[in-house]
């Protein structure tokens, strides 16, 4: 390897570890709020429909904040979005840790969410826009560790703070990680594709090369980003071309796909489901330290085998080890409520079902949604489909513990487990392989498939 090539690769990598520090404040503040709960209630007296409120806020801060990112990234830029985000991170932490009353933290919660729904569109779009292909993988599934390492540190930060009651500490933490990821960005370009579109083509070859992006697919990103009318009027350019609108549709359902086996609800409430079966209420709660460094790990492998495995292939395994997953554990989980001695062998099925979707189903949604998109309607398309994924989080977020009281937690785990494989087919009959190839080579797959 060349000095130039070393030089790039450290480039490439220092990009994509400053971009992905909004994942780590996504994983963060999705993560916290189910410890800091426990202090927040009886300060303020909340009841469980406030309790529901101030979680659920986030999320639909989010679902809106991952409708408009992807616009916003387009006339600002991606870096300029994330810096951004950065800021109402900062803004948004601070807020919550000095909120006095339910209505101001729900606000709070609320401006947090628009910076988790953008950076969620966003960090995926900078780091795929601006690395080789031979590297895009490994490098924007970053992102998905960074996440699941955010949610550890939540749940670790937690722990360490519950002797205190301190919950204004615990929200206020994120605010130092989203300063880092303002002034980061301040230190970098934006990407090649979104230079191309404003015509600043001399600026878009001088990115492309520091990063080790070749003449060639520098060449096909320029020539893919500003045809079709792109950046003039992706709403128009969509309406006109069926194959954007059958591609942006498919990254929509890969978006439902991450969270329809139900991935949230074992994040969210395993020490509630713990709880249920037996376990004591402080051993409940170190259960979410243990998915934590499930996810974790399970999420590094990931990270090392996916530009080798193969998008594709990896998301199938992914879906089928959930599906067998979910259908022993409804079966453990059952006999566990009458015999509590079951209930570890529950948390080792969790245990296993998030290391698959972790593994597997989150790092390649994120990063076939990043991939399939047009890069003709990239800020609209990925929009919609971040919307579709944070819709399907908050559903299951605020309906799995009323479906668990309704029909119980085995049948629940039982539909999670069929709708798995009905991922499993649509995967099989709509995804491509996308290990390796260039965004246009992929565009133009749709395009011949769906014209």
Request: aromatic share 10%.
């Given at each position: ?203 878009a070859c001088l990115v492309a090369q520091r990063a080790g992006i070749g003449a060639d697919e520098l060449a096909q990103l320029v020539g893919e980003s500003t045809s079709s009318g792109a950046g003039r009027g992706e709403w128009r350019t969509f309406r006109k071309h069926r194959w954007m609108q059958m591609t942006v549709l498919v990254a929509v359902v890969i978006g439902v796909i991450q969270q329809i086996t139900g991935v949230n609800a074992i994040v969210y409430f395993a020490p509630t489901l713990m709880n249920q079966v037996g376990l004591s209420v402080t051993n409940a709660v170190y259960t979410s330290i243990v998915i934590g460094t499930v996810s974790v790990i399970a999420c590094w492998v990931g990270l090392q085998i996916i530009d080798r495995v193969g998008r594709r292939r ?138």
């Open positions: 390897m060349t000095t130039a090539d070393t030089q790039a690769r450290r480039y490439v990598r220092l990009v994509s570890w400053t971009a992905a520090l909004g994942g780590l404040l996504f994983g963060y503040d999705t993560g916290v709020i189910s410890g800091a709960l426990l202090f927040i209630a009886p300060e303020f007296d909340m009841s469980p429909a406030q309790e529901g409120w101030v979680t659920s806020m986030l999320l639909v801060g989010a679902a809106i904040g991952a409708l408009t990112g992807g616009r916003v990234a387009d006339g600002l830029g991606r870096r300029g979005t994330l810096m951004i985000g950065g800021v109402i991170f900062v803004i948004g932490s601070l807020w919550c840790a000095f909120s006095s009353s339910v209505g101001s933290l729900g606000a709070a919660r609320t401006l947090l969410g628009l910076a988790v729904g953008a950076v969620s569109i966003v960090v995926p779009m900078f780091i795929a826009e601006k690395v080789p292909a031979d590297v895009r993988g490994k490098m924007v599934s970053l992102n998905t560790l960074m996440i699941v390492i955010g949610q550890l540190v939540a749940f670790l930060v937690n722990s360490a703070l519950a002797h205190t009651a301190n919950w204004e500490l615990m929200l206020g933490f994120a605010a130092v990680p989203g300063l880092i990821l303002t002034v980061g960005m301040l230190f970098l370009a934006d990407t090649p594709v979104w230079y191309a579109r404003r015509g600043r083509h001399q600026q990896l998301l199938l395994w992914g879906l089928g080890i959930n599906v067998l997953s979910l259908a022993v554990l409804a079966v453990v989980y059952g006999r566990a409520v009458e015999a509590p001695a079951l209930a570890l062998v529950a948390l080792g099925l969790m245990a296993v079902f998030i290391a698959s979707q972790q593994a597997a189903v989150s790092p390649t949604t994120w990063l076939l949604i990043s991939e399939i998109v047009p890069l003709q309607v990239r800020g609209l398309g990925m929009g919609v489909a971040g919307l579709a994924l944070w819709a399907a989080n908050w559903a299951v977020a605020q309906f799995f513990l009323p479906l668990v009281e309704a029909v119980s937690a085995s049948a629940t785990f039982v539909m999670f487990a069929v709708l798995g494989i009905a991922a499993f087919g649509f995967v099989r009959a709509f995804i491509p392989e996308t290990k390796g190839r260039g965004l246009d080579e992929v565009g133009e797959e749709f395009r011949a498939r769906f014209s």
